[in-house]
Structures are given as C-alpha cells and as structure tokens.
C-alpha cells in the first residue's frame, strides 16, 4: 500500500477511538459532568480528528471538525457554560461529525443540509459578536497555515558543548519579553557567590556587576558574614556573597550572559523574587560535572539513567522550576498558595516532575483571561497524587496476524493432544519423564492459548459505544423519551465475536425503544415517569458473555401474543403454554406484534432473525417479562469462536462432539421410558416430562436402523429456545476442548452439523448443531409433544 | 551543517498517523534516527531513558501536553538542552508565546510540508547537509 494511503487508513482508525472517545466525554458532560478534563477530552479529540482531516486535505471535515472545535474552546476557557441544551446540541454535532469522518473514509458525501443545520445550531451557541471575533462565519474556515508572530527559533548547535549556556537567541526572548500580554515584570533576584578560583582567574566581582547593571536598575546587597577574623582570614579565598534584585523586564538567559567568563567559579542562582533561592545548590554547577568536549546528547547520556540519582541532581532547580519561568501572572500573589502544595522535593519523580509540568500547563490555563472558573483542586490532586498510572505500552497489530498465531496455537493444541495419545499408546508409564514432560507441555499449551485469546479478547465498549446515537435516533423517530444507561461496557470478549454483537444488539435496542416503551402520555398515564429507561448491560456468566437489554416498558401482552400465534398458525388452539413459552413465540419465524410495520423495528427483520443470528455464533436469546413493567432480553454468547468446551460422544462407530453449553445431563434411558409416536419417532420420560429422543447416528444419516436405547446413552441437551431432546448415542468418551474448524469454509454445510474439529487421534469429528437437531425434532412431533407436556 | 543522520529525534503525539506523517518527512529529510511517543509523560520517560537532538511534539495531548513536556525538558538538566519543535493545529498566537517563555526552539503549524518542516529544522540547526 502507498505509504500515505496507509498511513491515512491508521488515521481513521484513531478517529473511530477518537469519535468514541467524544461520544463517551459528551455523554458524561449530558449527564452534568463539567470537569475540566472531560471538556479537555472532548475538545482534544475533535481537535485530533481535524488536525489529521488537515494533514489528509479532507475539506469538508476540517470545515466542520473546525466549528465543532471552536465551540468546545470556547466551553474550555469558560466562556461558554454547560447545560442540557449545549450538551444535546453537542451530542448531535458529535453525530454529524461521525457521519463526516465515515463520509471522508468511504469518499461518500454527508447530508449537505443537515450540516450547515448543525454549523448554525453550533454558532448560536456563540454570542454573536464574540462568533466574529473568532472567524466562525468566514467561509476559510481553516486558520492560515502559519502566521508570523515576530517568532524567532532558537537557534541550537547539534554539538554544542554540555557545559555552555544554550545559545539562546536574544532576539526571540527579547520579542516575547516585550509582547504587550506579559503584565507584570517581577523581579530577579540575582544570588552570585564566586568562588576562590574566579579571583585566581582574574575575574573581578565588580565588572560582573557592573555589566549586571546594564540590565536595568540593579540593587546590590552584600553579605560579608562569611568573612573571618582577620588573623584567620586567607587572601586566597573568597567569602563574599553578593545578592541582586534586578527588575524583570529580562529573561534570565540575559542574566546569566552577565556571568558568562565567571559562572564555573561562582555558586549562581538566578530566581524570580518571592521564591526560595537555594544559593547552596546552584543549577549550573550540574554540567561542572560533564565533559566539556562532548555534544549535549552524549553528556546526557553519559549522566546516570538511574531516574532516583539523576532526579536528586536537578531537584533544586526543578523545585524552583514552576515560578521561575512560568507565565508572568498578573499578581504574582496568587500563584504563591499554590506552591504551598507543591511536593515534598525530597519525594520527587519522574511523576513529580510531570506534577510540576502540569502545574504550569495549569498556571498558564489560569493564565487566559476570563480564567475557567474551577482550576481545579481535583486536577492539583490528580497531578500531584495519581501521575504513576502510566498507562501500558500499546502497539497496533494487523489481526491477520493475531488470527495466523490464533490458528497456529490451535493446531499446537491438536498436535500436543495427538502426541500424548501417541505417547500413552505406546505404553509409557505415566510416571516416566516423557509422560510428565507432556504433561507440563499440555499446561503450557493451555497457557499459550488462553494468552492468544486475550490478545484478541475486546471490551465490548467499542460495540456499546455506537449505541447513544442509536438510541437518539430512534426516541426522536418514534416521539419518545429514552434514557439508555449501559453497564459492564468493559467486559472483554473475543474480536470475533464483537463484530457480530453489533446488529442483534442494535435490533433488540430498536425493539425495546419501538416496542418496548410506551409513548411519553401513556407512561404518564400509567403512573411513571415521562423517560423511559433502556439498560444495555454485558457481564460474563458461566466462561459466556452475556447481554442483556432491559426496558422499563409495557412488558409482553401475552394475550395478544398467543392470539397472533394461533393466528399465524405457529401453535394449536388449544396449546397450553405457560408465560415464559408465550414470551419466546416472538422469536419464531413469521412473527411480528407490530401492528403497522414501523420505520424502526419493522424492517422485514423479525425476533426470529436476531434469535438465528445469534444462534449463528454459538449463543442463545431468551426473554424475561413483566406485564407494565417491562422486558428483558438476554443473551449468551461464547467468548470465543475458536474453541469450543465439548463432550466427545460415539455414535455409529463415528466420535462427535456435543457443545457442553447445550448438555443438561446425561443418563441411560430405561427401555420402559421410551416410547414410540407413530410407530418411529421416539419420545424419553425423564422425570415425568417427555421428550423427543433423537438417535444421532440415524439423524446424521450415519446408519439407517435405530439404536435400541437401552444400549446407548442419552444426553439430554436444550437448544437456545429452551426446547429440549436427549441425543442418544452409544458412548460418552469425554471432555473435552476442542478448536472449532469451520465445516462450510473447508466442505459445505451439513445440517445437524455446526462445525468440525481434529481430535488428538488426528481424526476429524463433527460438532452437533444441537439447535438444528432439536429443532428438526420439535418440527415433526410439535402436537404431541405438548399434549404430552400438558 | 549537521548530517541529517546524526540528528536524533524524538516524536511525540498522541494519534500514530501524526506520528507516522511526521516520520516519513523527517526520513524524507534524511532523519532516520526516529523514536516516537505517544503522550509527553511517554516522551519524557523515553528522553531520560536515552536522550535526544532534537523533540518534534504535538501540543495537544493526554497527560501531559506538549507546553509541560518542553517545561519538564527544560527543567531537567541532562535533557534541558534538546531542541524542542512544538506542533500547534491552528496558528495560535497566545500558544506560540507561552511556548517562547518556556524556550520552545520552533514551532510548526498542522498541516505542514516536508518542505517546511526541513525549513523550521535547519532554523534550529542550520542548514542540514
């Protein structure tokens, strides 16, 4: 792929997070949350979202990406304040700004209207003088490309020796000393200490002094304390300390010129005044130490990388770090209760030396004017307290690589099963060193697999996330009032699996909303409240995910739900069915409750194919309901679709394995329990309930004659409908995990079969499909079996 | 006139596009010696674990921006000297000069160029070889 082009599809990679990162932020932000930092995320990342738009030329989002922006800037410095209109306003934009990214992405175009709606909605948020101000209604949207701001680059020379002052350009700090903004010029205090060597050099206090005093206005103190009686007093040392207060129009890289030919012979502090000046441990005596001859870098790295040493030796200039070139402020008083808070030097690192970057960051947010009005204790206590939770190193790996080291794992996972029954075969004693080595083997397998899997394994917040707008959407299509709270949105489960939660969840949602809710005047009328409540929830049960999406609603009119069904056909008049098997008639085929098929749910997409969709993957859907309380669905997915926990059985000299997720129990079936329907399909009383007893190796087609039930065993399994049968089969070899290889990639569909795997013997068994089986079972014996059940 | 192979550079910003973009004019430039971070507190962390030549870091990011890693750089004797190449994504005039008082070396406005990025490199070091 052409570099540019790939590294363009990374970009719209980063904008989903981005987007989902927005989208949780603005959400936080409807719920009331105003924080500082949740402002800051959101804005960060429709900032990231443009700037990339900028790097890419994608006009029509920086366009928008720009107003969108600009609005959060605005609630970021404070000039704009937060309530439940500018946050659904922000929401809809952040949806618009989603449909621009797709828009881009695909070279598809955004509903042209819909946009300019949004930009003017987003501007009148904006007063409208302060809008013009910013540009927002200047077709250029973007901002030039770059601007001279009298900014002059410091000029650096790659090998510039350690020891010397940086080269700083005059000019560059001189043009922002003199910018208009700065308001006060606070003073430096100049703490200049020489050393007996600078006389031995002839340098002269004095000149530093006077060339000091071209600077400005210099007051020079003396402290002659040092000095000893006369008697004892060396010609050759040095005991004065001299102290100057310089007005602060300077930088101080102007200051420390002064002190150019002296400051290796003198102990030097150059501070803003009001701060502890630690003269005792001057911050240029920390190159005396580095060669002079050797280039900045290699001086550093020559310096300890121990980050405890290192630290120790640049705190007192770190400590004095935050004021001494923070933002003049405009009362120099105020910054000084926050450095009360400042931590302790002596627990400084590499956290505390962040702590006091941020700070200044903060000092400079405090800075702007109309200041954002909590510069927030919260963020101080964050910084100074919270800054070890560096999050783990990511890196990004294409998944056909994972999904390569996924199926190699797997084969590893047959191969090592094959060998121990190849070893174990030829007679070894268990105790022997090659059966325990393979014994250790086969822990380390299940170690690598289990470590493969988590590679792939995903919250499902990236699927939840998508679904705010979802159900915006729908509430504001159907007129109705939806809160949707989410839970367990960081419950992990494999990649795989993720992609497919998508469209069932997006149906049971439409279902809820459509179906499940009643109208705001209905709920008023029925006693509650005017919102309804929508939970989507995900937990992990039993090594499954399971997801649940659960209405305050009207619950299932179980009536009219019978009636439909006897209507259609799909049960007898005179079934008997309790609520539970009422509820679930919704998810068979050619059944739908809505009266006029709606815009929503009602697009020729039934239960019955969300139901098959998730059946699809493994999973089952069952519904809980409460009549004017509301519904439940939940459903259970495996985590993985590449293994499996299986029951290995024979049936007609065939080994099969049966999904352990469908078995219920397993017996030997009595001859007295089985009885025949029609002369042919047999039914198994199993404590008083009689169920279909489908002969595997007949239903596979493996053999034609049954196997008398008395010789085999019967598993007695229940398929995601709840429906159940017991397979019989002629033996139960064990459990077992198994990796699933798809049939219909590698053969074709069977039915009856869900998939196949390689068992340690190298042979290839077939996975039941114990829906199909129980289904098919159900469908040709439905009347009797519930005359039988009633 | 530095050999653009010598100079040893240091990426910080929080979106690997960005990362990459940059990158790939920096190699363009002959700038092959690149190491990348993905926030400032990362990018500190990699310049007192190996020291750099020269930062190019975006200002906005998580953690730590791009304003508190060239205060923590400048701060921290061994590091203080690298030169510091601030990304901005719009011309902010306030943001430039806050970014001078803390001794940001140059600063670079989003979308750029390879053409302007080796301009506001050989500012810093002068014209590259």
């Not at chain 1, 306003?89 to 042209?112: F, I, K, N």
């Not at chain 1, 399994?717 to 219909?744: C, F, H, N, W, Y």
């Not at chain 2, 010598?6 to 002959?30: E, F, P, V, W």
Request: aromatic share 4%; net charge negative.
């Amino acid at each position: 792929m052409d570099p540019f082009e790939s590294i363009k599809a990374t970009f719209f990679q980063e904008c989903e997070e981005l987007l989902t990162d927005m989208e949780s932020g603005l959400l936080a932000m409807e719920q009331g949350d105003d924080d500082s930092e949740t402002i800051n995320a959101v804005f960060r990342a429709v900032h990231s979202v443009k700037g990339g738009a900028g790097a890419f030329g994608l006009e029509e989002l920086i366009r928008f990406a720009h107003v969108f922006e600009t609005v959060l800037d605005e609630m970021r410095s404070g000039r704009l304040h937060l309530t439940d209109e500018v946050a659904k306003v922000l929401l809809r934009a952040s949806d618009v700004l989603a449909d621009h990214v797709a828009a881009a992405r695909s070279g598809g175009g955004v509903d042209e209207g819909r946009t300019v709606g949004m930009i003017a909605d987003l501007q009148a948020l904006i007063d409208q003088d302060r809008a013009a101000e910013l540009g927002l209604h200047d077709d250029n949207a973007s901002a030039p490309a770059d601007e001279d701001f009298g900014f002059v680059p410091i000029v650096l020379s790659l090998d510039e020796p350690a020891s010397d002052a940086p080269e700083v350009d005059v000019a560059a700090l001189m043009a922002a000393a003199s910018d208009p903004e700065p308001a006060t010029n606070p003073t430096w205090v100049v703490t200049f200490r020489p050393k007996a060597d600078m006389y031995a050099k002839a340098n002269e206090a004095a000149l530093v002094l006077r060339e000091l005093s071209r600077l400005g206005e210099i007051e020079v103190s003396l402290d002659a304390s040092a000095v000893p009686p006369l008697d004892q007093l060396s010609a050759e040392q040095a005991y004065l300390c001299w102290t100057i207060r310089l007005a602060g129009d300077r930088s101080e890289a102007d200051i420390r010129e002064a002190f150019e030919f002296v400051e290796d012979d003198c102990e030097l502090s150059v501070v803003r005044d009001g701060e502890a000046a630690d003269a005792s441990a001057p911050d240029l005596a920390i190159d005396d130490d580095s060669d002079a001859s050797a280039s900045a870098v290699e001086a550093a790295a020559a310096a300890p990388l121990d980050l405890d040493a290192l630290l120790a030796r640049v705190q007192p200039p770190s400590e004095a770090a935050p004021a001494d070139a923070a933002p003049p402020s405009p009362e120099p008083a105020k910054t000084a209760p926050a450095e009360t808070n400042a931590p302790d030097p002596a627990k400084l690192d590499v956290a505390g030396l962040i702590a006091l970057a941020e700070k200044a960051s903060q000092d400079h947010a405090q800075a702007a004017p109309p200041a954002a009005p909590k510069v927030d204790v919260k963020t101080e206590a964050r910084a100074s307290a919270g800054a070890p939770t560096a999050a783990t190193p990511t890196i990004r790996v294409d998944l056909d690589r994972v999904d390569r080291l996924i199926n190699a794992v797997g084969e590893l996972v047959i191969q090592q099963a094959m060998l121990s029954q190849r070893v174990f075969e030829s007679g070894l004693a268990r105790s022997s060193d090659v059966a325990l080595g393979l014994e250790d083997l086969e822990l380390l397998t299940r170690e690598i697999q289990d470590s493969v899997m988590a590679i792939r394994a995903q919250p499902v917040k990236s699927v939840f996330q998508r679904m705010p707008r979802l159900v915006r959407e729908v509430a504001d299509l159907v007129g109705k009032k939806v809160r949707l709270v989410m839970d367990g949105e960081n419950t992990e489960v494999d990649k795989t699996v993720i992609e497919r939660l998508s469209d069932p969840i997006t149906h049971m949602l439409r279902n809820a909303i459509d179906h499940g809710l009643e109208t705001p005047e209905e709920r008023e009328a029925g006693g509650k409240g005017v919102e309804g409540t929508v939970r989507l929830a995900a937990l992990h049960r039993g090594g499954r995910i399971v997801i649940e999406v659960q209405d305050d609603g009207r619950g299932i009119n179980r009536p009219r739900v019978r009636g439909i069904a006897v209507t259609k056909g799909l049960i007898a008049e005179d079934a008997v069915l309790s609520d539970d098997e009422i509820d679930n008639l919704i998810f068979l085929p050619g059944f739908s409750t809505a009266d006029v098929v709606s815009d929503i749910s009602g697009r020729g997409v039934g239960m019955d194919v969300v139901k098959r969709s998730i059946q699809a993957l493994g999973g089952r859907i069952s519904i809980t309901s409460e009549p004017g309380k509301g519904s439940k669905f939940s459903m259970s997915l495996p985590l993985t679709l590449a293994v499996l926990d299986g029951m290995v059985v024979s049936a007609a000299d065939q080994t099969l394995v049966a999904p352990l997720s469908n078995i219920v129990e397993s017996l030997t079936p009595r001859a007295e329990d089985v009885h025949l329907i029609g002369g042919r399909d047999a039914v198994i009383c199993i404590r008083d309930t009689f169920v279909p007893l489908i002969d595997v190796g007949v239903a596979l087609g493996f053999r034609d004659t049954p196997l008398p039930p008395a010789s085999g065993v019967a598993v007695l399994v229940e398929s995601e409908g709840g429906g159940k049968a017991a397979l019989l089969v002629e033996a139960i070899q064990g459990q077992r995990q198994v990796v699933i290889k798809s049939l219909e990639a590698n053969y074709q569909h069977i039915h009856g079969v869900a998939a196949a795997t390689i068992l340690g013997d190298g042979r290839v068994a077939l996975i039941l499909d114990v829906d199909a089986l129980v289904t098919t079972s159900r469908r040709k014996a439905p009347r009797i079996e519930k005359r039988m059940a009633g | 006139m530095p050999a653009p192979g010598a100079i040893k550079t240091l990426i910080a910003d929080d979106q690997q596009s960005m990362r990459s973009l940059i990158r790939t004019s920096l190699n363009a430039l002959g700038i092959t010696q690149t190491r990348e971070a993905a926030d400032g507190e990362d990018a500190l962390r990699a310049l007192l674990a190996q020291p750099a030549n020269l930062v190019i870091t975006d200002f906005n990011m998580p953690k730590l921006d791009g304003l508190g890693l060239l205060r923590a750089i400048r701060a921290h004797g061994p590091i203080s000297k690298t030169a510091v190449i601030m990304l901005t994504g719009r011309a902010d005039r306030e943001l430039v000069q806050r970014a001078v008082q803390f001794g940001v070396n140059n600063y670079l406005v989003k979308p750029f160029t390879t053409q302007i990025l080796k301009e506001k490199i050989e500012a810093v070091f002068g014209p590259l070889e």
